[in-house]
């Protein structure tokens, strides 16, 4: 018999919340724990209320928040507030591919469930016809593009796959473009860059990283990603490099303003040296262009450290 749990899922965030909404709990009859919606502030206590409803309570809406004087009982150190609701298992809709599902959080529809195509956005708390209501909204996740089938491209997709991102590889040398020396890509492709089967996978959910320093690999490489909608266009390389490729992307016919949406050298000052610690330079780089950051040291920003909500 299979064992009964319950699930919470972090539906709302107010200031800095230690996990972003949509992070879930898994709690098993059995005390086991699959996750996290506070990084281990409250999930004893959501783990108590869990528990109340795998024995047959009903679904419910719980929040967390922090004053000075509460700072040693169930709450958040960080001086944030969340909202977790709690129900059984097994009672959400599944989602095939993107769109929304919806759950009623509180009356006497809490925990019901439907699907919506509509919703459009980040997963937040919606009223509907009176009603508060969690639009989990599910997208396709991003995807890495990486150009040259190098040593820094294996370990940039090992360390996108641990994100839950989709990588890709493409090199048209096949004698580089073997599972050997690159297991870790979803999918590896034996193509000039401005290949069909590569420009295909160039959408507004791509970062492109360029890792040839060829002119006849680069410069169609990155006339692709230009002429595509992907977020991110990096390429290594020395600055005198660089400015060599800025020329050649001249001649060819780029634009001053599209030479400006390359980031070459590629990644953050992290000093990095060997292809791991190059790749979590770039990756750290792409990750703060997807999120609209600098990128400096969180020691040194002043505001919230989390996303809105």
């Not at 969340?82 to 599944?94: A, H, N, S, T």
């Not at 919606?126 to 995807?143: D, I, N, R, S, W």
């Not at 600098?294 to 919230?304: D, H, I, K, P």
Request: charged fraction near 25%; proline fraction near 6%.
């Amino acid at each position: 018999m299979e064992e009964r749990a319950a699930v919470a899922t972090v539906v709302a965030t107010r200031r800095s919340a230690p996990r972003p909404v949509g992070a879930k709990l898994v709690v098993y009859e059995s005390g086991r724990l699959l996750g996290s919606v506070s990084g281990g502030c409250v999930e004893s206590d959501v783990a108590a209320q869990a528990m109340e409803v795998i024995a047959g309570g009903e679904p419910r809406l719980i929040t967390y928040g922090i004053t000075d004087d509460q700072a040693w009982k169930v709450g958040l150190p960080c001086g944030g507030e969340i909202d977790v609701f709690v129900q059984r298992l097994g009672q959400e809709l599944p989602v095939d591919g993107t769109g929304a599902r919806l759950t009623a959080l509180e009356g006497p529809r809490a925990g019901e469930q439907w699907l919506a195509d509509d919703v459009e956005g980040p997963s937040r708390v919606l009223e509907l016809e009176g009603e508060k209501v969690f639009a989990e909204v599910f997208e396709l996740p991003p995807k890495l593009v990486v150009i040259g089938a190098t040593d820094t491209a294996e370990e940039l997709c090992r360390a996108a796959q641990a994100l839950g991102w989709r990588t890709f590889v493409a090199d048209p040398r096949p004698g580089l473009v073997t599972r050997e020396r690159l297991p870790s890509p979803d999918e590896v492709i034996v193509a000039w860059p401005d290949d069909e089967r590569v420009k295909a996978e160039l959408d507004d959910k791509a970062a492109v990283v360029v890792l040839t320093h060829e002119e006849r690999l680069d410069v169609p490489a990155l006339n692709a990603a230009l002429a595509s909608g992907a977020f991110y266009v990096g390429a290594i390389g020395s600055r005198r490099t660089q400015e060599k490729r800025r020329a050649r992307l001249l001649e060819a016919g780029v634009s001053e303003e599209g030479l400006e949406r390359i980031s070459g050298p590629a990644g953050l000052d992290l000093g990095a040296d060997s292809p791991a610690e190059t790749a979590v330079s770039i990756l750290a780089e792409i990750l703060a262009v997807r999120a609209g950051r600098a990128g400096g040291r969180l020691v040194e920003r002043s505001g919230s450290i989390h996303s809105a909500a």
